[in-house]
């Protein structure tokens, strides 16, 4: 009975933890402070509600519980502030010092948990951290669960999750969503954070385990909670299109060894079709509102456009190529970088022949940024092999193989240079 009361507790935590982080820091103006007092709840959950049973209304216990633990603790600063103070008129202003808890908790949540978004992936903090911090306020993470997602240390993930909160008090960041062209520029930064987070779980970059969907699950609700909170943004909306038809693959991506299977080769009548419904409406949103403001397509929803294709395909031979290369070109051109590049490689190749994929790919060779990344030997492996250069296509995917932190990636190239030995 008591291990299934604390299940339900985790999972009443996972989904009460943000909003109570969110309205604790709103009073208290401080993020570390806040998810303190919503740790110090939690522990009298788990010591209380075994015995007495889990409450109708969760949240508001926890609220509640976190509240009279916060005017404590105000409580317990102005007292030692007036120790060596003079009582009256001094006294009445301390008090005013504690917060007005029921009034403040009146506000609205949804705009809590909008600061506490911007708050956590602040530019003040690297990547890493704004990582770290997003999942433990927002995914209701605990630091070994991050820790594990990502192949760290417990220690090093903790610390960057202390040296976030003290950062962000430090440089008295302010509880708020930015507005005008800071929103613009500090959106790109929360969905950048967000999508970080969907990529790690959809292509494990080191470990065993190809996927981690724990990790694409926590990404797609942050997103969706993004999308409830700013709802006249496209590229919110563009995002989370992106990622629902993504994850919609999840389960024709993986044999029942572990072994990953190219899109390509994948069975698609195992595609999550309910996944796929809900990405395209996201999709049909955000490209209204595009419309809407005149403006051209934001990265995600030129991205989301471009798995839309691949999803409307009933087979890959279905597959708009052409389209996915006119994507690719704008995507190329509102966002210049090599890995576009290289996708729009494999769009022409797959277009045109592997002849005019290869020798878009044979010029980005000479660019450093690319010299260890995987993928662009492994992309190069599968169009010279195509051209029937199964030497040249052996050594590209054993050099890939050799590139890659990925064990069941590893594996696969290291297969597919065999199979060109074979041939």
């Known amino acids: 009975m008591t291990t299934d009361t604390h299940r339900a507790i985790d999972a009443v935590w996972r989904i009460e933890s943000p909003r109570l982080i969110a309205g604790l820091a709103r009073i208290v103006r401080d993020v570390g402070l ?3 007092l919503a740790q110090d709840a939690l522990v009298a959950a788990l010591e209380q509600w075994p015995e007495s049973g889990i409450p109708e209304k969760p949240g508001a216990w926890l609220m509640a519980a976190a509240k ?8 317990g600063n102005t007292r030692k502030q007036r120790k060596h103070e003079e009582l009256g008129r001094e006294l009445e202003k301390k008090e005013m010092a504690v917060p007005d808890f029921n009034a403040a908790l009146d506000d609205d949540v949804g705009d809590d948990l909008l600061r506490l978004v911007f708050t956590a992936c602040h530019p003040v903090l690297p990547t890493e951290s704004r990582v770290a911090l997003t999942l433990r306020m927002l995914g209701g993470l605990t630091t070994p669960e991050i820790a594990r997602a990502f192949l760290v240390p417990e220690a090093t993930v903790a610390q960057r999750i202390v040296r976030s909160k003290r950062t962000l008090a430090e440089k008295r960041i302010p509880f708020e969503v930015p507005r005008g062209n800071e929103l613009t520029a500090r959106l790109s930064s929360v969905l950048a954070v967000v999508y970080l987070i969907f990529n790690e779980g959809y292509s494990a970059t080191a470990g065993d385990d190809w996927m981690r969907p724990a990790l694409c699950e926590d990404a797609l ?9 700013a709802p006249q943004e496209p590229e919110v909306h563009g995002l989370v299109a992106l990622m629902e038809i993504q994850a919609s693959r999840s389960r024709a991506r993986v044999r029942p060894s572990g072994e990953p299977i190219l899109l390509l080769d994948q069975n698609r009548a195992h595609w ?16 209204k509102l595009v419309a809407a ?3 051209a397509p934001g990265p995600y929803v030129l991205q989301a456009e471009i798995a839309a294709c691949h999803a409307r395909a009933r087979t890959p031979e279905e597959t708009d190529w052409p389209r996915i290369v006119t994507l690719y070109a704008a995507l190329a ?15 022409i190749a797959m277009a045109s022949g ?14 450093r940024s690319l010299a260890n990344y995987h993928l662009l030997p492994s992309v190069r492996g599968d169009l010279l092999k195509k051209l029937s250069r199964f030497d040249e296509a052996r050594a590209e995917f054993e050099r890939a193989a050799s590139l890659t932190q990925n064990a069941q990636e590893r594996n696969l190239l290291l297969q597919r240079a065999q199979a060109c030995t074979e041939a």
């Not at 009279?68 to 409580?75: E, K």
Request: charged share 30%; no cysteine.
């Open 68 to 75: 009279h633990r916060a005017i404590d603790h105000f409580r």
């Open 272 to 287: 999550d079709q309910l996944l796929i419904r809900r990405g395209l409406a996201a999709l049909e949103h955000a490209e």
């Open 293 to 295: 403001k005149l403006a």
């Open 34 to 36: 806040a998810e303190d």
């Open 221 to 229: 609700r942050l997103g969706r909670i993004l999308a409830e909170l």
């Open 333 to 347: 051109e509102l966002t210049p970088s090599p890995i576009v590049e290289l996708n729009r490689a494999v769009a």
């Open 354 to 367: 592997p002849a005019a994929g290869l020798e878009l790919v044979d010029a980005l060779t000479a660019d």
